[in-house]
């Protein structure tokens, strides 16, 4: 019975005793961190079925890898860097389909001179605490991340949303803080910019006269 | 502190993470800015509205396929138990 460990269990004991073959404290472990996973994926996706096959495929992987696991990173953030690349290869996989070509050169550059300005500046009409009430305000949510490049989606997703580090989102995308900073920067400074031109209240807005004011 | 030079350090501001010399000159420059102090804001709204959102649940019957499916792969893993 998995109702044998208590909300106290850590995961780290689930993980040893899982590694000594208990399927019940592997099960636990899985309960724990499902919901995450598929959150993160029907995020990155947007759709139901892929959602579940990168949940199903995280869990698979956490199963056949999990000896090897040393316990360097905490077990969630382990488990969400092995869904991140789990849906990431669904997207690329999708865009080989669907586009033709993909290299890196034409993504765009990651140097912090090249952050876009702020364009539409105003004062939100309503608070977040009543707009995550809201049942459109999910799908324009869902929306603005679309828009993202996907590595600057997963970055916010796992710094801002499922709230890792700054080191360890870097370890789960094997990406270094410098980068991902300046892509969490990115990511942030365009949700802010879409979302405010749909909640933004226009008779508010403010123009930025002077771009070099001390 | 310029427009720009807020703007490099806006996560760092707006993560708590900026050493206190630089938040005073951030704070100075917003006091004096009303578009970074709206930025600022629209930022930590944009970042409470994600957060705060309301989750996915993962569907139940997929949630039991996905057990049986670990269940049979354990044991076939750890044959014998």
Known sequence: MTNQFTPETTDAELVRRAKAGDLDAFEALTSRHEQRVFGLAMRMLRQEHDAEDVTQQTFLSVLENLEGFRGEASFSTWVLRIASHAALKIIRKRKGLNTVSLDEATEPSDDLNSIPHPEFIADWRQSPELLVERNEVRRLLDDALTRLDEKHRLVFLLRDVEGLSIQETAAALDLSEANVKVRLLRARLQLREDLTRVLGDPAQQLIRTHHHHE | ?81
């Open chain 2, 1 to 81: 502190m310029k427009c720009e030079e807020l703007l490099a350090m806006l996560n760092e501001y707006v993560d708590g993470t900026v050493d206190p010399a630089v938040c005073e000159e951030f704070e100075k420059h917003m006091a004096g800015c009303n578009p970074c102090q709206v930025v600022v804001d629209n930022i930590r709204q944009t970042i409470t509205l994600y957060k705060d959102g309301q989750p996915y649940a993962m569907p139940i019957q997929f949630r039991e396929r996905m057990h049986d499916t670990l269940r049979k792969k354990w044991k076939e893993k750890h044959p014998g138990q």
